[in-house]
């Protein structure tokens, strides 16, 4: 025997819709938080590769150095004159991103000792450096 169906009181008319419609924000929010998150992780990644990329090119300054000991003192800011410093500079343009308009430093002491710090500007305007130092001294 079926059961009678009681009409439904006003008070509960609708209320379905308002629990879809607060599903629906809630997602909505959802969805956002996500875009938001993939913008941050794209950010993040740009700026990893652009540290990697940095630290590649003063570890090739620091090896084009090695190869050519007797002109170390040549590497001292790396000027655009001495051809293995044009040639680096101009891969250090083409690689790392906003590096053109930044002040790169490459300091070769008397004694060997070598700092490079490397500078570049991301999309969003900040400033970023890399730098790092060592030896180059000829085996004794």
């Known amino acids: 025997m079926p059961h009678p169906t009681l009409p439904r009181s006003r008070r509960q008319r609708g209320f379905m819709l308002i629990e879809v419609l607060v599903s629906a924000v ?3 929010i959802g969805v956002l938080a996500l875009i938001g998150l993939q913008s941050k992780m ?3 990644q740009a700026a990893a ?3 990697t990329d940095a630290a590649y090119l003063a570890t090739e300054l620091q090896a084009l150095m090695w190869s050519d000991l007797g002109n170390l003192a040549s590497y001292h800011n790396c000027p ?7 040639e680096w500079r101009d891969k250090l343009a083409s ?3 906003g590096s053109a308009g930044q ?3 490459i300091t070769v002491s008397n004694t060997g000792d070598v700092a490079i710090a490397l500078a570049w500007q991301t999309a969003q305007g900040d400033v970023h450096t890399y730098t790092t130092q060592t030896t180059i001294r000829p085996a004794r």
Do not use: E, M, N, S
């Not at 655009?80 to 044009?86: E, H, L, R, V």
């Open 80 to 86: 655009i004159t001495y051809a293995p410093c044009a």
């Open 49 to 51: 590769k652009d540290r």
């Open 26 to 28: 809630i997602f909505a």
């Open 95 to 97: 690689v790392l991103p």
């Open 42 to 44: 794209t950010r993040a």
């Open 103 to 105: 002040a790169q430093t």
